[in-house]
Structure formats: C-alpha cells, structure tokens
C-alpha cells in the first residue's frame, strides 16, 4: 500500500465516521423530542437507545479501526434502512422542492454506504487497530 492510501484510507474513516458520532450525541442531547420524531415517522421511540448505541460505538469503532469490516458493514446497512424510512417513504408523499431534497437526502444515505461498503470489503488500512491485531 502506498504512503498516500495509507494517508487516505484513515481520513475516509475520520470523514465517515464523523456523521454518525456526532448523530449519536445530538439525539442525546434532544432525546425527547428524537424519540417523538421517529414515533411519527412510524418508528418506535423505544428503538432510539439502540439507535444511539449503534451510531456511536460503531462510528467510533470505525474512526479507530477496530473491527471496522463489521462496524462499516452494521452503518451502511442502518444508513440504507435509516434513508429509505425517514427520507424516500416521506418523499412519496410531498411534491417539487420538498420532494426532492427528501430524495437528495435519501441519495447521501445511499453514497454514506457506499462508503462504508468499500471499508467492509478492504478494510481499515495500515493505520488502525485492527492492522495491530493483523485483521485489515
């Protein structure tokens, strides 16, 4: 591997990474009114602790490295499932703008597992902790 994807691939996990731990912490900081958005999107509010547990522990799992084939693989599985419910299913029911910038955010969700999807199927890289344990 070369110095420069040796630079890169850390970086792509710190730029992926990011969106899910901050995420995670801002729906601790407004649970409530986190949990009543997800019930009337349908979601059971009793779910937002499993929410914040995923995209905390497996952002940061993903920022460091470890275990990061399993941690990409659960973020782009929640970003997919994450999009289709709060962002395409509502975007059926609006029209022009609001229509499709609840598309274009579906479409992030999508390229966020695409992302993620890439580190599942290479790895964390040279500078992680799983390259420690000899798992890239």
């Not at 630079?7 to 649970?31: D, H, W």
């Not at 779910?47 to 084939?69: D, F, K, N, Y």
Request: hydrophobic share 60%; net charge positive; proline share 3%.
């Amino acid at each position: 591997m070369s110095a420069s994807v040796s630079l890169v691939v850390p970086l792509a996990r710190l730029f992926l990474s990011l969106i899910f731990i901050i995420s995670g912490l801002g729906k601790i900081a407004g649970y409530a009114g986190v949990a009543q958005y997800m019930q009337a999107m349908g979601v059971p509010g009793a779910l937002l602790p499993v929410v914040i547990l995923t995209e905390i522990a497996c952002g940061v799992a993903l920022l460091v490295g470890w275990q990061a084939r399993i941690a990409a693989f659960l973020l782009a599985g929640f970003s997919l499932l994450s999009g289709i419910v709060f962002h395409l299913v509502p975007a059926g029911g609006l029209e022009g703008m609001a229509a499709q910038a609840e598309i274009t955010s579906f479409l992030k969700n999508v390229a966020i597992a695409g992302g993620l999807l890439m580190v599942t199927a290479t790895g964390a890289g040279r500078l992680s902790l799983d390259a420690r344990r000899g798992d890239q």
